[in-house]
Nanobody, 115 residues
Framework: QVQLVESGGGSVQAGGSLRLSCAAS????????MGWYRQAQGKQRELVAA???????NYADSVKGRFTISRDNAKNTMSLQMNSLKLEDTAVYYC?????????WGKGTLVTVSS
């Protein structure tokens, strides 16, 4: 059974940094695409950043220049370095693994940015 587990969430002041990690288990394949999504209270889940198994990346406009996504295919892990955090980055962050027609999700980790 494929599982994705996020870690690294927490509380930080605006302007600070956090690093999220996602570890996949129960799979022998490397996801075609891995990504971070977030859902703020009362809002829809949105894509934050994604990375292919070849290293191509895509970022939401709101995080470009502040967040950096990376992955280790051999270890089936993914990270999100978040710098210059803003109040509006507060949300539950979810790890996603996409492989052909299958999507796998972690349970999420809460990031709270305060002033």
């Amino acid at each position: 059974q494929v599982q994705l587990v996020e870690s690294g969430g927490g509380s930080v002041q605006a302007g600070g940094s956090l690093r999220l990690s996602c570890a996949a288990s129960g799979t022998i394949f490397s996801f075609n695409i891995m990504g971070w999504y977030r859902q703020a209270q009362g809002k829809q889940r949105e894509l934050v950043a994604a990375i292919t198994n070849r290293g191509s990346t895509n970022y939401a406009d709101s995080v470009k220049g502040r967040f950096t996504i990376s992955r280790d295919n051999a270890k089936n892990t993914m990270s999100l370095q978040m710098n210059s955090l803003k109040l509006e980055d507060t949300a539950v962050y979810y790890c996603n693994g996409h492989h052909y027609d299958m999507d796998y999700w972690g349970k999420g980790t809460l990031v709270t940015v305060s002033s």
